[in-house]
């Protein structure tokens, strides 16, 4: 079981930048691939990136092309936490962002491939 906790939303304006965690529960965190996914009021939830196990594929990672050269994603497994760094933010990245954990090797972008969810945490960009 692995419990996951999102933090550092906010209000930025459109530009700039954020940084949101993802804490982990568990010892077994780097055996863990992780993803951020977001959904926006009327939409579904969607793919933002994703990152390896460092296990398996040596923590590579893979990106939506809408955050693509914007947006990074990282791990610390000593910390047991996911980042996901935002650059120059634009008005439709305004979402509620979900951190999930996949155990099996399943398609990366699929949100169904993932095991465990966090609560989100609301990103707002104002223009």
């Known amino acids: 079981q692995v419990q996951l906790v999102e933090s550092g939303g906010g209000l930025v304006q459109a530009g700039g930048s954020l940084r949101i965690s993802c804490a982990a529960s568990?010892?077994?965190?780097?055996?863990?691939?992780m993803g951020w996914f977001r959904q926006a009021p009327g939409k579904e939830r969607e793919f933002v990136a994703f990152v390896a196990a460092i296990s398996r594929s040596f923590g590579s990672t893979y990106y939506a092309d809408s955050v693509k050269g914007r947006f990074t994603i990282s791990r610390d497994n000593a910390k047991n936490t996911v980042y996901l760094q935002m650059n120059s933010l634009k008005p439709e990245d305004t979402a509620v962002y979900y951190c999930?954990?996949?155990?099996?090797?399943?398609?990366?972008?699929?949100?169904?491939?993932?095991?465990?969810w966090g609560q989100g945490t609301q990103v707002t960009v104002s223009s």
């Open positions: 999930a954990a996949r155990v099996a090797s399943r398609p990366i972008t699929i949100a169904s491939s993932y095991d465990y």
């Open positions: 568990g010892r077994t965190f780097s055996s863990y691939a």
